[in-house]
Nanobody, 121 residues
Framework: QVQLVESGGGLVQAGGSLRLSCAASGSIVSINAMGWYRRAPGKQRELVAT???????NYADSVKGRFTISRDNAKNTVYLQMNSLKPEDTAVYYCNANAFSSINRSWDNYWGQGTQVTVSS
């Protein structure tokens, strides 16, 4: 199967920065889109940013101009640089990848376990 492992979460003061990483491993043949989602306490999971294999990006309005998504296809890794963090960015951040597995022989969505980001005011 395909495993996604996130890292880089933590506690930061408002206005600070964090960089999240997510590395995909396992029976990967190819990865299409990758992205970051988040779930704040008491809220539904929401899209933060996505990036296509060729590099085109899409952002939630709430993070435009503050967050930057990027990827390294050779390393099967996606990053999220988060600047000018606000308390409302506090959430568990999840990595997502649309990947073709040599075991399933199909395109499927895979999720990481999540990493906590807490922004104090």
């Amino acid at each position: 199967q395909v495993q996604l492992v996130e890292s880089g979460g933590g506690l930061v003061q408002a206005g600070g920065s964090l960089r999240l990483s997510c590395a995909a491993s396992g029976s990967i043949v190819s990865i299409n889109a990758m992205g970051w989602y988040r779930r704040a306490p008491g809220k539904q999971r929401e899209l933060v940013a996505t990036i296509a294999r060729a590099g085109s990006t899409n952002y939630a309005d709430s993070v435009k101009g503050r967050f930057t998504i990027s990827r390294d296809n050779a390393k099967n890794t996606v990053y999220l640089q988060m600047n000018s963090l606000k308390p409302e960015d506090t959430a568990v951040y999840y990595c997502n990848a649309n990947a073709f597995s040599s075991i399933n022989r199909s395109w499927d969505n895979y999720w990481g376990q999540g990493t906590q980001v807490t922004v104090s005011s």
